[in-house]
C-alpha cells in the first residue's frame, strides 16, 4: 500500500504505463489469496458456465445455462484469457484483475479531469479499498468492468472527446445492459442544458470549467452506445426468441419488481449502498463536517472546487442509476451501483482536500476503515459478495462437498442451489467427479418439509445459509420489515441445520460455521452401506 501511497500522493501526473503497472501490481497483491477460490454463487451459476460455452463451442449464447441476455464482452475477454492461458479459476480471476486495474484508472482520470490529480489519487485509493470493489475485482462478474468503462467514457465526455465518449459508452453497455443509463442521463442533460442554458439556471453550465458548453460532446455522441446494444439485443432474439433474458429472469427482475411500495424501499437501499453501505457513511459523512469548515487558502488563493456543472454531470448520472436500480431488478445488489459510489467518493475526497489542511491524514483513515469492514460484517444483512465473506462461504462449501464426495461418492444429495451446480460442475471448483443432486429452492421451512415426503428420493442433504444473518440484527424485532422483505424482495429465513436433520429423519454428519454463513452434511436413517450401494 505504501508503494501505491508515494506515487500517488507525492508524484503529480504519473505516465499512464507506470500508473497502471503500480495499480496492477497493487491490487494482484492484495488479491493473491483469492485467485485460486473455486467460482462464488453467480459465477457458478451463470458468468462461469456462460463463459465456458464461448470457450468450447464458440457460442454468444450459453446452452448449458439459461440465458439472461447479458452482452457478452466482459465473458469474451475471460474466454480469451482461458483460449490463452488455461481453464483455471486463477486465470479468470487475474483477466478479472487486469480489468479492475484498468477500472481504477478510469477513476484517477476522471477525477483528474473533474479536479487534480491530488483528488484523483486519493479518490483511487479509497475507491480501490472500498470492500464492494474490492470484492468485485477478482470475482468473474461484469458490474466491475461495465462501471470501469463508464468512468472512462465520463472522462471523455468531460473533456468534450466526441468519438471517445460514444466508443467507451458503448464498450459499457457491451459489458453490462445497464450501463446504458449513464449516456442516456447525459443525453437527457445534454437536452435540458440546451433548453435552459440562457434561463436563470445558466450557471449549471456556463462556470469556468473544463466541461464548459464548447467542450461537451453533443447529444450524438451519448445517443451512439445505444446502437450496439440494441443490435445485441436483436441478435439475442434472433437466437432465442427472447430480447431481455428468459421470461423467468425477465418476470423477476422487472415484471415482479413494478410496486410503488417495493420502488420506495428499494429506493431507500439504493440511497444507502450509495452514501453509507459498509463503512462509505465515513467518508460522505467525513464530507457532510468538512462542508460546516471554511476553504483552505494556499498563499491567500482558496483551494478550487469541483465545479458546479460537473458536479451536476455526476449527480444526474447517481440519479439515474438509483432511480432505474430501484424499479427494476429484483436483487438489490450493492454491485450494480459501482458506476456510480466512486463519483461520490470523487465528490467526498474533493470536499476533504478543499476544506481540510491535513486531509491525507482523513484519507489515510478513511483507506484503513475501508479495509477492517474487508474482514468485518456488519450488524445488518448483506451480500457475502460484499467483502470476504465470500471466502468464507467457499471455504465452507469447499470442505462439506470434499466430505460428501470422499465419504458418499455414490449418494443422491439433496441440496439447493448454488451448491447444486457446485457438485454437478466439477470445473467449478468444488469436486473432482459429478454427484447426483435432488434440488430444492431454499431450506425455508416450507421446502425442508415438502423434501422430507419424498426422503426416498436422496440419502444425505447438503445444507448452507443462504444468506448471511448476523446474530443480532439490528432489526430483528421490527417484524413489519421481515413481511416486506418476505413480499417485494424474496426473503426466507433457513432452517437451522439441527431442525432440518430432524424434519429430514437423520443426523448431521458434517458441520462448520464462518462469521455467520454454516453448513452441513445431513445422513439419513438407512445406513452408509445403503447409500454408497445405490447405483
Request: proline share 6%; with cysteine; glycine share 6%.
Amino acid at each position: 500500500m505504501m508503494c501505491l501511497w508515494n506515487l500517488l500522493f507525492m508524484r503529480s501526473n504519473p505516465q499512464p504505463g507506470l500508473l497502471f503497472a503500480v495499480i496492477f501490481v497493487f491490487v494482484f497483491l492484495l488479491h493473491a489469496p483469492l485467485l485460486q477460490l473455486p467460482y462464488f454463487w453467480d459465477e457458478a451459476g451463470y458468468y462461469v458456465p456462460a463463459a465456458r460455452d464461448l470457450l468450447l463451442s464458440g457460442s454468444l449464447i450459453p446452452h448449458t445455462t439459461v440465458s439472461n441476455a447479458h452482452p457478452p464482452l466482459v465473458l469474451a475477454w475471460i474466454a480469451l484469457w482461458w483460449k490463452l492461458v488455461g481453464f483455471a479459476p486463477v486465470v479468470a480471476r487475474s483477466a478479472m484483475l487486469v480489468l479492475a486495474a484498468f477500472s481504477l484508472m478510469g477513476v484517477y482520470r476522471l477525477a483528474e479531469s473533474a479536479s487534480n490529480w491530488h483528488v484523483a489519487a486519493g479518490s483511487t485509493l479509497c475507491t480501490a479499498l472500498y470492500p464492494v470493489f474490492f470484492s468485485q475485482s477478482s470475482l468473474a462478474q461484469v458490474d466491475l468492468a461495465a462501471a470501469g468503462l463508464t468512468f472512462w467514457g465520463l472522462t471523455a465526455y468531460l473533456k468534450g472527446r466526441w468519438w471517445a465518449t460514444a466508443f467507451w459508452f458503448s464498450c459499457a453497455s457491451l459489458a453490462k445492459e445497464t450501463a446504458i443509463l449513464a449516456p442516456l442521463a447525459l443525453a437527457v442533460w445534454e437536452l435540458v442544458r440546451w433548453l435552459a442554458s440562457r434561463g436563470k439556471m445558466r450557471h449549471l453550465w456556463n462556470e469556468e470549467s473544463s466541461a464548459g458548453p464548447q467542450t461537451r460532446p453533443g447529444i450524438l455522441a451519448v445517443i451512439i452506445p445505444v446502437l450496439p446494444l440494441a443490435l445485441w439485443y436483436a441478435y439475442h432474439y434472433a437466437r432465442t426468441g427472447y430480447v431481455f433474458g428468459n421470461p423467468e429472469f425477465f418476470r423477476y427482475n422487472v415484471a415482479a419488481t413494478l410496486n410503488p411500495l417495493r420502488f420506495m424501499l428499494a429506493l431507500l437501499l439504493r440511497l444507502w449502498q450509495t452514501l453509507g453501505y459498509l463503512h462509505l457513511w465515513v467518508l460522505t459523512g467525513g464530507m457532510g463536517l468538512a462542508m460546516l469548515l471554511p476553504a483552505v487558502q494556499d498563499g491567500g488563493v482558496e483551494r478550487r472546487r469541483i465545479t458546479v456543472p460537473i458536479q451536476m454531470v455526476f449527480f444526474v448520472v447517481i440519479l439515474a442509476y438509483g432511480l432505474a436500480l430501484a424499479l427494476i431488478g429484483g436483487a438489490v445488489l450493492a454491485r450494480y451501483m459501482l458506476p456510480v459510489v466512486p463519483l461520490v467518493i470523487i465528490l467526498a475526497v474533493s470536499t476533504l482536500r478543499r476544506r481540510l489542511r491535513y486531509w491525507p491524514a482523513a484519507i489515510a483513515a478513511v483507506a484503513v476503515i475501508f479495509a477492517v469492514a474487508w474482514f468485518w460484517n456488519p450488524p445488518y444483512g448483506f451480500s457475502p459478495e460484499d467483502n470476504l465473506a465470500y471466502r468464507d462461504y467457499v471455504m465452507l462449501h469447499q470442505d462439506a462437498e470434499r466430505f460428501l464426495e470422499a465419504r458418499y461418492p455414490m449418494a443422491h444429495v439433496l441440496t439447493a442451489w448454488p451448491a447444486s451446480d457446485e457438485l454437478t460442475r466439477p470445473w467449478l471448483g468444488y469436486t473432482t467427479r459429478p454427484l447426483q443432486v435432488v434440488r430444492i429452492e431454499d431450506f425455508s421451512l416450507e421446502q425442508v418439509v415438502s423434501a422430507a415426503e419424498f426422503r426416498s428420493n436422496f440419502d444425505v442433504a447438503l445444507v448452507f445459509s443462504t444468506k448471511y444473518e448476523p446474530r443480532h440484527p439490528l432489526l430483528e424485532r421490527w417484524q413489519t420489515w421481515t413481511q416486506l422483505k418476505r413480499k417485494f424482495f424474496g426473503y426466507e429465513r433457513d432452517l437451522p441445520s439441527t431442525a432440518a436433520a430432524q424434519i429430514l429423519g437423520g443426523h448431521i454428519v458434517f458441520s462448520e460455521e464462518r462469521k455467520g454463513q454454516r453448513v452441513a452434511v445431513i445422513e439419513l436413517e438407512r445406513g452408509p452401506e445403503i447409500i454408497n450401494a445405490r447405483r
